[in-house]
T-cell receptor, first 112, second 116 residues
């Protein structure tokens, strides 16, 4: 069964204090790994898709990387507006399913 | 606003009642998904449509749940004989899928269901 584990569950940073969020996964052939951001009371907002080990993508203060077993979301010099829950999800290549399997998320709080 | 729209935003019902939620996807999107999310958990896949065809249903989706997407436009999700365990945020997402493009889901803000 496809699984996604995210750590830590919660992370508090001071503004400007860089850190990384982890997403470990097991999947029957990875078709894609996705990062989403979710604000309270809202639906998830797409950030990145990664397809193969070694791939990296960047957007403003965020950088996502992928290995064969895990993905990292690096946050450089975060600002309070980066506070949100960050969700990781995988899509399997085998079985023909289109579903995304999500982790529980990491709740990030950035204090000014 | 050209995003995914869900109505109602909140629904409170008594156990045993039927409820129906509506989702209006981004107009040019051919795929529509339903997910369910409980507090502290990530979204769980329920079902998806390509145009008007329902192509996949999760094993989590009991016989009390039914979804439709008439004419490949808006979609409805109905839950019959609601149970307290059905309390959750019901999220709708849409995407524009072709063989050549990668899937990026656009989520609505969800319908929060509370079953008393």
């Amino acid at each position: 069964e496809d699984q996604v584990t995210q750590s830590p569950e919660a992370l508090r940073l001071q503004e400007g204090e860089s850190s990384s969020l982890n997403c470990s996964y097991t999947v029957s052939g990875l078709r894609g790994l996705f990062w989403y951001r979710q604000d309270p009371g809202k639906g998830p907002e797409f950030l990145f898709t990664l397809y193969s080990a070694g791939e990296e993508k960047e957007k403003e203060r965020l950088k996502a990387t992928l290995t064969k077993k895990e993905s990292f979301l690096h946050i450089t010099a975060p600002k309070p507006e980066d506070s949100a829950t960050y969700l990781c999800a995988v899509q399997a290549r085998q079985g023909g399913s289109e579903k995304l399997v999500f982790g529980k998320g990491t709740k990030l709080t950035v204090n000014p | 606003d050209t995003g995914v729209s869900q109505n109602p935003r909140h629904k409170i019902t008594k156990r045993g009642q039927n409820v129906t939620f509506r989702c209006d996807p981004i107009s040019e999107h051919n795929r529509l998904y339903w997910y369910r999310q409980t507090l502290g958990q990530g979204p769980e896949f329920l079902t998806y449509f390509q145009n008007e065809a329902q192509l996949e249903k999760s094993r989590l989706l009991s016989d009390r749940f039914s979804a439709e997407r008439p004419k490949g436009s808006f979609s409805t999700l109905e839950i019959q004989r609601t149970e307290q365990g059905d309390s959750a945020m019901y999220l709708c997402a849409s995407s524009s899928w072709t063989v050549a493009t990668n899937e990026k889901l656009f989520f609505g803000s969800g319908t929060q269901l509370s079953v008393l």
